[in-house]
């Protein structure tokens, strides 16, 4: 058992501070583990967003050291026994109390996404007939927790601030899931380019680095997204041809 530092951001939306703690760490502890220590110990009042203590909510997400993380799953044997650990409420969100954020607005972009739509002739005596590789395509983008660390980190929401214009990557991936869904007759593509600001992402991709889930956003969700709104809007062999032979539909799986 050892005795290390912290720095734990107390305040609210009025503002606030950095504020000192030390306490005794033992073997295998997290993050979380040393804040409700603290909580505990020494700051009864400390507000902290945590459930499942399993990396699978993604209620415990913060600012450990400047990165993004789920405090759950973030042990303290990745840092120096000298080292200072600090702790902050996510940059991107307001804050509502120390550690908690409102992370509201991000339900308000999901629900300008058009909810999928099945083709009328898609169910069969079977049920819903599609190959493996589409359902697995769409499977990694389901895997999403909801930790909104994506969003956190995204420069455009982070530190330009561009919430009005961008809906961020974890809604560019619930997009996607909708978009490459080959039952779905529902077009999302003019959102994506109008309302969205698909444009607006330059591909960082600080969003997949900090995904817990190793969700691969950038390559398999957003860059496909990107090219097929510069497919529609941009490429003048495929806007010549839809001028010719009409918009193109998404072909039904083969019913077997």
Same mark, same amino acid.
């Given at each position: 058992?050892?005795?290390?530092?912290?720095?734990?951001?107390?305040?609210?939306?009025?503002?606030?501070?950095?504020?000192?703690?030390?306490? *005794?760490?033992?073997?295998?502890?997290?993050?979380?583990?040393?804040?409700?220590?603290?909580?505990? *110990?020494?700051?009864?009042?400390?507000?902290?967003?945590?459930? !499942?203590?399993?990396?699978?909510?993604?209620? !415990? $997400?913060?600012?450990?050291?400047?990165?993004? =993380?789920?405090?759950?799953?973030?042990?303290?044997?990745?840092?120096?026994?000298?080292?200072?650990?600090?702790?902050?409420?996510?940059?991107?969100?307001?804050?509502?109390?120390?550690?908690?954020?409102?992370? $509201?607005?991000? %339900?308000?972009?999901?629900?300008?996404?058009?909810?999928?739509?099945?083709?009328?002739?898609?169910?069969?005596? /079977?049920?819903?007939?599609?190959?493996?590789?589409?359902?697995?395509?769409?499977?990694?983008?389901? =895997?999403?927790?909801?930790? %909104?660390? !994506?969003?956190?980190? !995204?420069?455009?929401?982070?530190?330009?601030?561009?919430?009005?214009?961008?809906?961020?990557?974890?809604?560019?991936?619930?997009?996607?899931?909708? *978009?490459?869904?080959?039952?779905?007759?529902?077009?999302?593509?003019?959102?994506?380019?109008?309302?969205?600001?698909?444009?607006?992402?330059?591909?960082?991709?600080?969003?997949?680095?900090?995904?817990?889930?190793?969700?691969?956003?950038?390559?398999?969700?957003?860059?496909?997204? /990107? *090219?097929?709104?510069?497919?529609? %809007? %941009?490429?003048?062999?495929?806007?010549?041809?839809?001028?010719?032979?009409? =918009?193109? =539909? /998404? /072909?039904?799986?083969?019913?077997?």
């Amino acid at each position: 058992m050892a005795t290390r530092k912290f720095q734990i951001y107390r305040g609210d939306r009025d503002g606030g501070a950095l504020v000192n703690f030390e306490t *005794e760490v033992k073997e295998g502890m997290v993050v979380l583990d040393v804040i409700h220590k603290i909580q505990a *110990e020494q700051a009864n009042d400390l507000g902290v967003r945590w459930n !499942c203590k399993a990396g699978k909510c993604g209620s !415990c $997400s913060m600012e450990i050291n400047g990165k993004p =993380k789920l405090s759950c799953m973030t042990r303290m044997n990745e840092y120096g026994p000298d080292e200072t650990i600090t702790i902050t409420p996510l940059k991107t969100f307001p804050v509502i109390k120390d550690l908690v954020t409102d992370v $509201s607005w991000n %339900y308000t972009q999901n629900k300008r996404i058009k909810p999928v739509k099945l083709h009328p002739d898609a169910k069969t005596e /079977k049920g819903y007939v599609m190959y493996q590789k589409d359902v697995d395509r769409v499977q990694e983008f389901r =895997k999403c927790i909801e930790c %909104y660390l !994506c969003q956190n980190v !995204c420069h455009i929401l982070r530190d330009h601030d561009k919430k009005e214009e961008f809906v961020g990557p974890r809604f560019m991936i619930r997009a996607a899931s909708l *978009e490459m869904h080959p039952l779905d007759t529902e077009d999302r593509i003019p959102e994506l380019k109008n309302d969205f600001g698909s444009g607006m992402c330059n591909i960082t991709r600080c969003c997949t680095d900090v995904c817990p889930e190793h969700i691969n956003l950038t390559d398999n969700g957003i860059i496909p997204l /990107k *090219e097929r709104v510069i497919d529609r %809007y %941009y490429d003048p062999v495929t806007i010549i041809a839809r001028k010719v032979f009409g =918009k193109k =539909k /998404k /072909k039904l799986p083969p019913i077997k």
